[in-house]
């Protein structure tokens, strides 16, 4: 964690506010694959609304309408994060659903094992975005793409379950401050900021 500026701390006053939150983008590759794979899923879940392609992505933190006048500190904070963490793989193999399977609210994509490089990256972003002012966050962070959205919810459990994704590696190799821009045919994303993960790996 860095020093911070005490007088850069999020009050949650609004002033030309951007809806931001920390994430990895997926490589195209990895986006066209996924998409690939889940046009079965369109046709058999009906009342879905599924994230366009070129949005899917790994959200690492969700800050909401932020003023414009914060967006230094968030800008140091994803450089000092990034300083510390080495890339990695995050394997992309299976299916889920939140709350639970048998009553799917979210359908998504993610590891089939917890993955520690992307919950000491997460953690790290939410002990520094706590330092800032900002509430803390009140789920954990799992890894996970989400893929779709049901307006009610499901029991998508058989299928969940019983669908096999393609083989899958995403390489996380740098974090952006995502903006968020809400509009009828869906949400525009555009990058504020990037920057590369540039920690040593540990030595086996």
């Not at 009553?103 to 002990?127: H, K, M, Y």
């Not at 996380?172 to 900021?193: A, D």
Request: net charge positive; glycine share 8%; with cysteine.
């Amino acid at each position: 964690m860095v020093a911070r500026d005490p007088e850069a701390r999020y009050t949650g006053a609004i002033i030309a506010a951007m809806r931001l939150f920390y994430c990895v983008e997926l490589p195209a590759e990895v986006r066209a694959t996924l998409a690939r794979g889940i046009r079965p899923l369109q046709i058999r879940i009906r009342g879905a609304t599924w994230v366009a392609e070129d949005n899917l992505h790994l959200t690492l933190r969700f800050l909401g309408d932020v003023g414009e006048d914060f967006l230094p500190a968030l800008r140091d904070l994803g450089a000092a994060v990034a300083g510390g963490i080495a890339p990695f793989d995050l394997p992309l193999e299976r299916l889920g659903a939140f709350p639970h399977p048998g009553r799917a609210r979210v359908v998504w994509a993610g590891p089939t094992a917890d993955s520690a490089p992307f919950a000491i990256l997460a953690q790290r972003i939410e002990e520094d975005v706590q330092a800032l002012g900002f509430p803390p966050e009140r789920k954990l962070a799992l890894p996970h793409v989400t893929l779709a959205r049901l307006r009610i919810p499901q029991d998508l459990a058989a299928l969940v379950e019983g669908t096999a994704l393609p083989a899958l590696r995403a390489r996380v190799s740098r974090i952006t401050l995502m903006c968020s821009e809400l509009r009828p045919h869906g949400p525009l994303y555009t990058p504020v900021e990037r920057w590369p993960l540039r920690g040593r790996s540990r030595a086996v």
